[in-house]
């Protein structure tokens, strides 16, 4: 048990980390992690891809909150935005969390890897595709000025923001990840947010979302409530760092980074859903 707490420890302050740099929420570091050191490993007693989910989202609770308030400090929230994409997600996170309760570890592995994989490739190719101005210009525009000076035009229309919203709170309580890692490429294409702005929206988002996701999960039975405990303090530990550096990185850093992190896992959960 010792030795769990320790590594749980690790993932969650490495989750805070990267989620709240990126603005993914965490789980998308936590789920693959946990179930590779649980499962593959044995390193980690009774995970399943719904205990799994169910740790991540209380994970996601205190990640969101704690680079929520960093990025408020650095006035890089659209509260505006952050409340209709939580609206939009509330009953697509419901209905996810329930489905989860059907899909075992292959599938789940299979499903995640690929959601990551076209979430990579659509960043890949992110400087070759044309603006979609389309969104913006049929919805309501906003500005931002960066410490460059420049200013970036962005918007959406609320329909099209809502339907988005609920698939991607539909994976959130699928797959346990915060709904960050999709609503933020989402919102650099299609939107054209600054991905620092994307990134404290996400957070302020996944951090609404996790409450109502955290809700379903419990009372479905699914969060190992003692694997908590470790997760819990360091992974909001985490996310205070990972808010401070990304205010120092540039844009396009954090879109690298984005592209990297998707690559990667979704690779190696797919070959898990497929050959483990």
Known sequence: MAMAYILLAVIGLASGIIGALVGLGGGIILVPATLFMGVNLGLIDGITPQSVVGLSVIMMIFIGLASTLSYMKAKMVDYRSGYIFFAGSVPGTVLGAFVNKGLDLSSFNLYFGILLILLST???VRKYLKPVHWFVDRGKQRTFTDKMGETHVFGYPLWFALLLTFGIGFASGLFGMGGGSIIVPAMILLFLFPPHIA??????????????????H???????????IPVVPAAYIGAKLGAKLNQKMKSETLVVALRIIFLILGVRSIIEGVFG
């Open 122 to 124: 659509l960043l890949l």
């Open 199 to 216: 990134v404290g929206t996400s957070m302020f988002m996944v951090f609404l979302s996790a409450i109502v996701n955290s809700i379903t």
């Open 218 to 228: 419990i009372s479905l039975g699914n969060v190992p409530w003692l694997y908590a």
